[in-house]
């Protein structure tokens, strides 16, 4: 959609994911996250929050992604966040007009600056629906460079690269093409 403000947030999240279902059992995880501005203050020597610049904004993902976001993600843990803006106002119970920003989340994850993960893909959905259906469609299927198995690579290297490093790499002997 046209004039949409897409944003990425790097924060702190401030509670426990909240996963509900819709009556039509559409799964929605509610999450806020903190962002808080750092400085380096030379005299001190230390890094110092900006207290009054403090953003906290409130998150909603939907689907298998809120499932995904309720099982990985907890209290405190510093993650990465994309989707749209979006602007929404109402009147409290005292009868005072309010606006609030929310996010509509497209993309979540945790920050690996200060931590790791173990990512677990999970089959099924839209994209694998599509996926299978396209490569029954195709005889030939477009070769993946990243992928051990496709015929005419060596150790997941397109042809006339090169395989892995001898020992093992982390990356079950494929080198990223970089």
């Known amino acids: 959609m046209a004039g949409e403000c897409v944003i990425t947030v790097v924060g702190n999240l ?42 906290f904004l409130s998150c909603s993902v939907w689907r298998q992604a809120a499932e995904h976001v309720a099982e990985s993600l907890q209290k405190g843990m510093r993650v990465i966040v994309q989707g749209r803006l979006k602007q929404r106002s109402y009147e409290d119970r005292e009868g005072v007009k309010r606006t609030v920003f929310e996010l509509e989340v497209e993309e979540v994850g945790p920050s690996l600056r200060s931590a790791t993960a173990k990512v677990t893909k999970v089959s099924g959905g839209r994209r694998d629906a599509v996926q299978e259906a396209r490569q029954a469609q195709s005889a030939e299927s477009v070769r993946d460079p990243w992928d051990a198995s496709t015929p005419g690579t060596r150790g997941g290297q397109p042809p006339g690269q090169g395989g892995g490093q001898a020992g093992g790499s982390g990356w079950g002997d494929q080198q990223p093409p970089f």
């Open 14 to 55: 401030v509670d426990e994911p909240e996963l509900r279902f819709t009556p039509g059992g559409v799964a929605v995880a509610k999450f806020r996250v903190a962002s808080t501005p750092r400085t380096f203050n030379k005299q001190t020597s230390a890094w110092e929050d900006d207290k009054d610049g403090s953003l």
